[in-house]
């Protein structure tokens, strides 16, 4: 499902010769940046899986460098507010863009969680599985085994990040969560002492551009939304808001929780979206 606004959506300008100069010279930092330090993570796990199994004490402090890494080298702002929350759980945020990926690995290390076909695409699923994402698939019949993975990772600290939108939008507002994604949550295995940690990610346009500068949605094409991300000039910046985690015991259905987080998280968007 992808979600498609009502307004069309913005069009890039036309970039100039310095917009491909700043496209060359970031984007290939971004490259040496990602891939030199996969090897470091991928020479890392060889020692770290062996005596720590789904255990990973070392490599999301790579990932985290990297995500963090990236803003400076495309000239995005980037800042936090709030506390994460200490301890294993879950962390659910909207979603705006591919950038969303850095905003919130980079604020905490986190392992996305992300439906099984993911981990066929090339490149972003090979990317994926070296990151520890958690692959799903979507169908009620996997529900035990959604389980299973679930409180082993949890069992090792892990943070699982969701999108309960189920797509991206425009950045300028909330999507209805579903609750379908927080059913193994009230397993009785999980329930007592899952907490869940509501995040806003707010991006902010530079002056005088389109405040959608940084959405990607609908039929939009990856390569031109990430051209035009690095060779803009100025840049804006993202915000990434730590809201009051809870506990999952704490609500009497999915419904009911779903509908409080949606809340949180778009009650930290209202004040900032256009």
């Given at each position: 499902?992808?979600?498609?606004s009502g ?7 036309k970039?100039?010769?310095?917009g491909?100069l700043r ?9 040496v940046l990602?891939?030199g330090?996969?090897v ?6 060889l020692?770290?899986r ?9 490599t999301?402090y790579?990932?985290q460098f990297?995500c963090r890494?990236a803003?400076v080298?495309?000239?995005?702002g980037?800042r ?7 301890g294993a759980?879950a ?5 705006t863009s591919w950038?969303?990926?850095f ?6 290390r986190?392992?996305?969680v ?5 981990a066929g695409w090339?490149?972003i699923?090979?990317l ?6 958690v692959?799903?698939?979507r169908?009620?019949r996997a529900?035990?085994?959604?389980v299973a993975?679930?409180?082993t990772r ?14 991206s939008t425009?950045?300028?507002q909330v999507?209805?969560?579903k609750?379908?994604l927080f ?6 295995s999980l ?19 389109d405040?959608r500068l940084?959405g990607?949605w609908g039929d939009?094409?990856?390569?031109p939304?990430m ?10 910046s993202?915000t ?5 985690p809870?506990?999952v015991?704490?609500f009497?259905?999915r419904?009911?929780?779903a509908?409080?987080l949606?809340?949180?998280v778009?009650?930290g968007?209202a004040?900032?979206?256009?």
């Open positions: 499902m992808t979600w498609v307004d069309v959506p913005p069009t890039p300008h970039i100039t010769p310095m491909w496209v060359s010279l970031r984007g290939v930092a971004l490259v990602t891939f330090c996969l470091i993570l991928l020479a890392a796990r020692v770290e062996p005596l720590f199994g789904q255990g990973r004490p070392i999301p790579i990932t990297v890494s803003f080298l495309m000239g995005i980037y936090r507010i709030g506390t994460p929350m200490t759980g962390v659910v945020a909207n979603h950038l969303d990926i905003a919130l690995n980079a604020a905490k986190i392992y996305f992300s439906k099984s076909e993911v090339p490149g699923g090979w994926a599985r070296a990151t520890g994402t692959f799903i698939a169908d009620p529900a035990a085994e959604q993975v679930f409180r949890l069992s090792q600290g892990h943070k699982l990040l969701f999108f309960p939108e189920g797509t425009d950045g300028q999507l209805a969560f609750p379908t059913a193994a949550f009230f397993d009785a329930r007592e002492t899952m907490q869940i940690q509501p995040v806003t990610v707010v991006y902010d346009a530079p002056d005088g551009a405040s940084y990607w939009m094409d990856f390569g939304h051209l035009a991300t690095l060779a803009q000039s100025p840049q804006g993202v990434v808001l730590y809201h009051t809870v506990r015991r704490d009497a259905d419904k009911a929780l509908a409080h949606e809340q949180v778009r009650e968007l004040p900032r979206a256009g």
